[in-house]
T-cell receptor, first 112, second 117 residues
Framework: GENVEQHPSTLSVQEGDSAVIKCTYS??????FPWYKQELGKGPQLIIDIRSNVGEKKDQRIAVTLNKTAKHFSLHITETQPEDSAVYFCAASTSYGQNFVFGPGTRLSVLP | DTAVSQTPKYLVTQMGNDKSIKCEQNLGHDTMYWYKQDSKKFLKIMFSYNNKELIINETVPNRFSPKSPDKAHLNLHINSLELGDSAVYFCASSQGGGPGGWMGEQYFGPGTRLTVT
């Protein structure tokens, strides 16, 4: 089955700096890689996703890159703000949801 | 206008009891899921249903039984609760996710914090 690793487990950055979270996956059949943000006391919320036919995707301050050969993908947040503080999860699955596996999460703290 | 709702939000009960958590989505999605999030925040899928049919059934004790009366509802019944069942349980839904169909974004409910004493 799929195995997703995520690093770092905790990350503290100064407001305005960039944050990078990295994930690796094991199943070469995986072709869908979403990122979720979970704020305290809430359910995870999708912030960006990428499919294996694309190497990079950007949405305002958030970008995701995918290296399918190396089986790793990364989340980049630029110009971080205190409201970016949350737990971020990467995930991997096939496009129809088989073997949907979350990474263990990264707790991001943006210090004012 | 809640998209995915769960009840109750908090559930405190004793070992050995039977309890249920209810989930409803008003997004018209075809697939619903149950996830368990442990104390270390690790999220693991338990079940998924597509149009009332069981699609994913991970290695979960058979004390856990999902029931989908219609595609807008997916309830979770837990028999003979154990201390290790204490966790936050999340319901989610997606437009697709059935065999051969594109899954799309999953929308999560607010979670039910289950505490077994």
């Amino acid at each position: 089955g799929e195995n997703v690793e995520q690093h770092p487990s905790t990350l503290s950055v100064q407001e305005g700096d960039s944050a990078v979270i990295k994930c690796t996956y094991s199943d070469s059949a995986s072709n869908y890689f979403p990122w979720y943000k979970q704020e305290l006391g809430k359910g995870p919320q999708l912030i960006i996703d990428i499919r294996s036919n694309v190497g990079e995707k950007k949405d305002q301050r958030i970008a995701v890159t995918l290296n399918k050969t190396a089986k790793h993908f990364s989340l980049h947040i630029t110009e971080t703000q205190p409201e970016d503080s949350a737990v971020y999860f990467c995930a991997a699955s096939t496009s129809y949801g088989q073997n949907f596996v979350f990474g263990p999460g990264t707790r991001l703290s943006v210090l004012p | 206008d809640t998209a995915v709702s769960q009840t109750p939000k908090y559930l405190v009960t004793q070992m050995g009891n039977d309890k249920s958590i209810k989930c409803e989505q008003n997004l018209g999605h075809d697939t619903m899921y149950w996830y368990k999030q442990d104390s270390k925040k690790f999220l693991k899928i338990m079940f998924s249903y597509n149009n009332k049919e069981l699609i994913i059934n991970e290695t979960v004790p058979n004390r856990f039984s999902p029931k989908s009366p219609d595609k807008a509802h997916l309830n979770l019944h837990i028999n003979s609760l154990e201390l290790g069942d204490s966790a936050v349980y999340f319901c989610a839904s997606s437009q697709g996710g059935g065999p051969g169909g594109w899954m799309g974004e999953q929308y999560f409910g607010p979670g039910t914090r289950l505490t077994v004493t």
